[in-house]
């Protein structure tokens, strides 16, 4: 599937990039977008991939740098799409949809499946034909003449390309972990495929990629299309390097960096005194040809519940009522047993009726990265150094702002772990699959709670069968 770092030659590409990327790029071209109200009209007179590849133009490349927000979002807004299933596998919430019983049978209860109908094999095709989309954004900027965009707005769509791949390259790694076997480069023609990239090399690439995109911020000087509404307050070359920076140190955390997390903390849009909701996010609307937010499920019995785990767990505040965080995220529902083990007599949470109240309206963002993580990871790395007075003022500054709670000591490594883990677990909460994430890093899945003792905790996806075929 994968050939070399960056495809430029343009030479028989057709028929393979409509392949890949054709059904997205028909959305950026006829939809424009990530909602009308947030973006620029792309120009309805470019609509030809061949004419992008080959002689592109500024409302092209604006169109295509709009459309990676779209690409990036589009498996992150429904109930079978990530935050909801790795918020299965990290025993943070159910989905109980009778009409797909996998929920329980494949995520909890049985090994995910790389074939189809199956869920094993998400996150793969859609990551991809956003790298590949980035890609020919990236050939088109080297073609595109300095009188039309300039060297300046260049850097910006250069950055901003690589900023966005190395998000997609995150969540393969992050959905495959040691299963990767995951290309770093895409092919022209995939009856070649590239050369398979372990885990630590899809790392090693991902932060090359955030670098170089560091680095074209330097001398960029304005991005030549609109951002969309979710990143407002980061959409300058100069602001946009802050969010760069905030994903840069969470792939240091994830890769053990604390060093370099730290660094790049310092560069990012971290702040103490600021909102913990500052940040970058995925933005919906009800306008014609956008999408909404379908984590929204309004009612008393939603198919989309809260694990009963985060009840049990909860910490109380000095006055005995719970974690302000789980107070304002959840909210109480009917019961529902599903698929005949859970929520039954007979499982080890009898009773489901925690919903979520993260998502309250069809239009409510999605967090991408928000500030009270910069502040976790920031704890984080500095438990990683041993430097727990440090940790320890940060996660009490969550603590106490985030959820009403009382200040703690940290006495050692292993116990301020756990209890970062804690506050991870609360504050960033069905926002992206950072339990099962943090869990695994620390090799504590097997900590994760088990509705029946027949459940499993699945630890990666695997490689999608039609990739693992396409390399016999």
Same mark, same amino acid.
């Given at each position: 599937?994968?050939? #070399?770092?960056? @495809? ?12 890949? =990327? ?11 977008? =990530? ?37 990036? &979002? ?5 109930? /079978? ?9 990290? !025993?943070?919430?159910?989905?109980? +949809? ?5 929920? %329980? ?5 049985? @090994? ?45 769509? !250069? ?19 040691? $299963? ?50 979710? *990143? ?7 602001? *946009?390097?802050?969010? /760069? ?11 053990? +960096? ?24 995925? @933005? ?11 984590? *929204? ?5 939603? /198919? ?26 959840? &909210? ?6 599903? $698929? ?10 009898? @009773?489901?009726?925690?919903? *979520? +109240? ?65 506050? #991870? ?21 097997? %900590?994760?709670?088990? +509705? =029946?003792?027949?459940?499993? =905790? /699945? ?14």
């Amino acid at each position: 599937m994968m050939k #070399k770092a960056r @495809t430029s030659s343009r030479k028989g590409a057709e028929i393979m990039l409509r392949r890949i =990327v054709g059904p997205l790029f028909a959305v950026a071209i006829l939809v424009g977008l =990530v909602g009308c109200e947030n973006l620029t009209s792309p120009n309805s007179n470019f609509g030809d991939l061949a004419e992008l590849t080959s002689n592109p133009d500024r409302a092209g490349l604006a169109t295509t740098a709009q459309g990676l927000i779209i690409g990036y &979002r589009q498996y992150h807004l429904a109930p /079978n799409d990530i935050v909801a299933q790795l918020g299965i596998l990290g !025993r943070q919430s159910y989905n109980h +949809d009778i009409a797909d019983p996998r929920h %329980e049978s494949e995520m909890l209860g049985g @090994t995910l499946q790389a074939s189809s109908p199956a869920f094993g094999g998400n996150y793969w095709s859609e990551p991809y034909a956003n790298i590949k989309l980035a890609d020919i954004l990236l050939d088109g900027t080297d073609q595109v003449d300095d009188a039309e965009v300039s060297a300046g707005e260049k850097e910006a769509l !250069r950055a901003f390309a690589k900023t966005m791949q190395a998000l997609e390259f995150l969540t393969l790694v992050n959905t495959r972990d040691t $299963n990767c076997g995951c290309p770093i480069t895409i092919a022209e023609d995939p009856r070649t495929p590239a050369p398979n990239a372990t885990k630590d090399q899809v790392f090693d690439h991902i932060v090359q990629l955030l670098e170089e995109a560091n680095g074209h911020l330097q001398g960029a000087t304005a991005f030549p299309f609109r951002l969309s509404s979710g *990143f407002s307050g980061l959409d300058s070359p100069a602001t *946009f390097r802050q969010f /760069n920076r905030g994903i840069r140190a969470r792939v240091a955390v994830y890769m053990g +960096d604390f060093s370099i997390a730290l660094t790049a903390l310092s560069e990012s849009f971290v702040s103490a005194v600021g909102s913990l909701d500052n940040g970058v996010y995925h @933005t919906f609307s009800t306008g014609s040809g956008d999408r909404t937010n379908e984590l *929204f499920q309004p009612g008393g019995d939603p /198919n989309l519940r809260a694990h009963p785990s985060l009840g049990v767990d909860v910490e109380l505040k000095l006055d005995g009522s719970p974690d302000d965080r789980f107070v304002s995220k959840t &909210r109480e529902i009917t019961s529902r047993s599903f $698929n005949g083990i859970l929520c039954t007599p007979q499982s080890a949470f009898p @009773t489901c009726d925690i919903g *979520f +109240d993260i998502y309250t309206t069809s239009t409510t963002p999605i967090p991408i990265i928000r500030n009270e993580e910069l502040i976790l990871l920031r704890a984080e790395a500095n438990i990683g150094l041993g430097n727990l007075g440090a940790a320890q003022a940060d996660i009490n500054l969550i603590r106490q702002q985030a959820g009403g709670l009382p200040a703690v000591t940290l006495t050692d490594a292993d116990q301020a772990l756990d209890q970062l883990l804690y506050e #991870k677990r609360y504050s960033l909460l069905y926002e992206g699959g950072h339990r099962w994430i943090d869990m695994r890093r620390y090799d504590k899945l097997s %900590e994760l709670p088990l +509705d =029946v003792a027949a459940h499993v =905790v /699945n630890a990666a996806y695997p490689i999608p069968i039609d990739e693992t075929a396409a390399r016999q």
